[in-house]
């Protein structure tokens, strides 16, 4: 898809934080087209690497990306007790009443998916569907899997991430090196990565607080608060219509995607044969299909009831 699409960037206040949103096909949505309000991973990444999404606002739809406070462009106060599940729970409502989303759509891509659950599971109003891309509903499920893709890893690369990882030098250039591996077989199948993925990464160098505080220090070994995390018991309380992508290289598994889909009944899951962890972006042209078409048919099943 080719052209310019129409876009607004500026920022919000919640909390007497500034948080940065970017709106794009702003002035174009319709009556029957309900706005995409979109939550990126990390946690603490930036919504950058979601740009590819943007496309679906070539079909009359409205889609809202921000970077979550302690992210990207946003405002990153040095005050650790506000990296909770909790707080970012409530920044999602007041987004939504910052900028007038009374009814949207959700899509929450990794941590982002994490985060929609939560969201979803409070029963918020004016939630019309809500897509999981790439999302566990368990920490010890996504390590598991996540320590199980890096033992197929040649065994050099695991012994440098195990080494550098036990001695507590992951800031290492090797470890980097290694890690790396593991990040453009499960992560980002690109080569070279887009500017976009690669915006991201270098946000999430700059400011790694929040990924620090909340998942650890790597993929592999999961230290932070969120360690302990799973709703996976729960998401049968989920009651909108519910799309659950994950890639076919994932770090998100079959295994971790498929957990999810079990869990809430009605909803569906595609897999993406040639995608990683950025299927929107490595599958792009048919990850807009799928989603389109994900929530045209909500729609139409709303309007018309």
């Not at 009443?97 to 009814?103: F, H, M, S, T, V």
């Not at 992951?170 to 470890?175: H, K, N, Q, R």
């Not at 077989?185 to 080569?191: L, S």
Request: glycine share 10%; with cysteine.
């Amino acid at each position: 898809m080719t052209g310019a699409i129409e876009a607004e960037e500026g920022t919000l206040s919640y909390r007497d934080h500034n948080i940065a949103y970017r709106i794009v096909g702003a002035g174009q949505e319709t009556s029957d087209k309900l706005p995409l309000l979109v939550l990126h991973g990390g946690p603490g990444a930036s919504y950058d690497y979601l740009l590819p999404l943007e496309d679906i606002a070539r079909t009359g739809r409205r889609i809202i990306f921000y970077d979550q406070l302690g992210s990207g462009r946003s405002d990153h106060p040095e005050d650790p007790t506000l990296w909770t599940v909790e707080y970012y729970v409530g920044e999602v409502d007041g987004v939504r009443a910052a900028l007038g989303l009374e009814r949207v759509h959700l899509l929450g891509q990794s941590w982002g998916g994490m985060l929609g659950m939560e969201y979803a599971l409070t029963q918020p109003g004016g939630l019309a569907s809500f897509t999981i891309a790439s999302s566990p509903a368990s920490a010890p499920l996504w390590v598991s899997e996540a320590n199980r893709l890096l033992s197929e890893l040649p065994q050099d690369v695991q012994g440098t991430i195990r080494e550098h990882e036990q001695a507590g030098t992951i800031e290492d250039p090797e470890f980097q090196e290694a890690s790396m591996v593991f990040y453009k077989r499960h992560v980002c199948r690109m080569d070279p990565w887009p500017d976009y993925v690669a915006r991201t990464f270098d946000y999430l160098a700059e400011f790694p607080q929040v990924y620090n505080a909340m998942q650890g220090h790597s993929e592999f070994v999961m230290t932070g608060s969120l360690k302990n995390w799973d709703v996976t018991s729960r998401l049968g309380e989920i009651r909108v219509p519910v799309l659950v992508t994950s890639g076919r290289h994932d770090e998100a598994t079959p295994a971790i995607a498929g957990a999810v889909h079990d869990a809430i009944p009605g909803s569906e899951w595609v897999i993406f044969e040639n995608s990683s962890h950025m299927a929107h972006a490595e599958e792009a042209e048919r990850y807009i299909e799928v989603l389109g078409d994900f929530l045209e048919g909500v729609e139409q099943e709303t309007f018309r009831t």
